[in-house]
Structure formats: C-alpha cells, structure tokens
C-alpha cells in the first residue's frame, strides 16, 4: 500500500511558476516509477512526468525545458517544479505511484492559470 497526498495547487498567472508537492508513505520501496499526471475540464487525464526508481526522467514534450519532477532522498516527497505555465495547463495535478502489480493515486492538486 501506498499513501499520496498532493499540495501546491494555487491560482497563478499566465508565465507564472508553481512548485507542486507529493507526500508518499507505506510501501515505498516497491515504487518502480512515480509520475505526475494532470486532467483539465472535460479532457482526458494526461502523463506529465515521470521519475524512476534510479533517478531517471521523462517529460510529455509540452512541458520539456518548463517542468522539472524530482524528489527528496529518502523518496518520500515528490515535486514538479513548474515554469512559463499557460492557460491551458489549467487542471488537477495527480501524483501516481507504480508498483510490480498496482498502482496508487493521490487526490489531486489544483492548477489554475489565469490573469
């Protein structure tokens, strides 16, 4: 079992930065992959990033160069460091948790960008 609880959301304007917070506990070195994922109004949830167990990292190319996901050493907190944000990334961010054969979510961030 894993435990993710999201914090960071805020409203922020266009070109503004936001540094988004996963808080994970249980079973944490069964986690493979952790990911950051994001669902706008009326769309579809989207994978964002993605961080693995040895450090390496992955990037849906929309946000390459202007997002940034890391963790803590002890791999209990996990972040998406976000730049140059626009009105279009507006939705609730997920952090997700793979493990060999389950997966965990958490309850979502909201991300609202707007002037």
């Known amino acids: 079992q894993v435990h993710l609880v999201e914090s960071g959301g805020d409203l922020v304007q266009p070109g503004g930065s936001l540094r988004l917070s996963c808080a994970i506990s249980?079973?944490?070195?069964?986690?493979?992959?952790m990911n950051w994922y994001r669902q706008g109004p009326g769309d579809k949830r989207e994978w964002v990033a993605a961080?693995?167990?040895?450090?390496?990292?992955a990037y849906v190319p929309s946000v390459k160069d202007r997002f940034t996901i890391s963790r803590n050493d002890a791999r209990t907190s996990l972040y998406l460091q976000m730049s140059d944000l626009k009105p279009e990334e507006t939705a609730a961010y997920f952090c997700?948790?793979?493990?060999?054969?389950?997966?965990?979510w958490g309850q979502g961030t909201q991300v609202t960008v707007s002037s």
């Open positions: 997700n948790a793979v493990l060999r054969q389950d997966q965990y």
């Open positions: 961080i693995t167990r040895n450090g390496d990292s």
């Open positions: 249980g079973s944490i070195s069964d986690i493979y992959i």
